[in-house]
């Protein structure tokens, strides 16, 4: 059982597209986030939201509490987007979603 | 400020050995925990804690021990190594432990066991 299902597992973009990524959850939540996992393997956080949207810069997250799903959005993707995308929830502890390779091609 | 540091980055352990992963955090964060990532698997949690002197097992904590003696170091031990154990291993950090707050990684240690 799969607490965090995120779509798609894989993306392909030509540089300049518009992107989003999903992410939908099962359990009850204090906190969703998403973090970017370099090609290198390092993980660092993009966002943490609990409600509504958040922006910086090229890259947009929102969460819908009701529907308990997420997304994220690149705005003019560009090649060193290129990462994996992992949604993560906070509930009894973290759950993660197993990540949407992202590849964006110049 | 270092952030979250690990060591090793990669370790090779035959099957029934021992080892310490290290982490480190110069944050003064209360919350750390350690995780495994898998090939088509998400991160899972082994072990975490919320402050000094406080541990808990998280998801999969079959294999391994922890201990927080400071605030700062939280290492993880594999009391005798299995192939199973094969992964990536991370540590993470944050204030608090109630997922609110941004959590800050570790490079990751590349380990397997033959």
């Known amino acids: 059982k799969n607490e965090v299902e995120q779509s798609p597992q894989n993306l392909t973009a030509q540089e300049g597209e518009f992107i989003t990524i999903n992410c939908s959850y099962s359990v009850g939540i204090s906190a969703l986030h998403w973090l970017q996992q370099h090609p290198g393997g390092g993980i660092v956080s993009l966002f943490m939201?609990?409600?509504g949207k958040k922006k910086h810069g090229r890259l947009i997250a929102t969460i819908n509490i009701q529907e308990k799903h997420s997304s994220l959005h690149i705005t003019a993707s560009h090649p060193r987007d290129s990462a994996v995308y992992i949604c993560a929830v906070a509930s009894n502890q973290f759950y993660f979603g197993t990540g949407t390779s992202l590849t964006v091609i110049p | 400020n270092a952030g979250v540091t690990q060591t090793p980055k990669f370790q090779v352990l035959k099957t029934g050995q021992s080892m310490t992963l290290q982490c480190a955090q110069d944050m003064n964060h209360e919350y750390m925990s350690w995780y495994r990532q898998d090939p088509g698997m998400g991160l899972r949690l082994i072990h975490y804690?919320?402050?000094?002197?406080?541990?808990d097992q998280g998801e999969v904590p079959n294999g391994y021990n922890v201990s927080r003696s400071t605030t700062e170091d939280f290492p993880l031990r594999l009391l005798s190594a299995a192939p199973s154990q094969t992964s990536v291993y991370f540590c993470?950090?944050?204030?608090?432990?109630?997922?609110?707050?941004?959590?800050?990684f570790g490079p990751g240690t590349r380990l397997t066991v033959t």
């Open positions: 993470a950090s944050s204030y608090g432990g109630q997922g609110i707050n941004e959590q800050y």
């Open positions: 939201l609990s409600s």
């Open positions: 804690s919320v402050g000094a002197g406080i541990t």
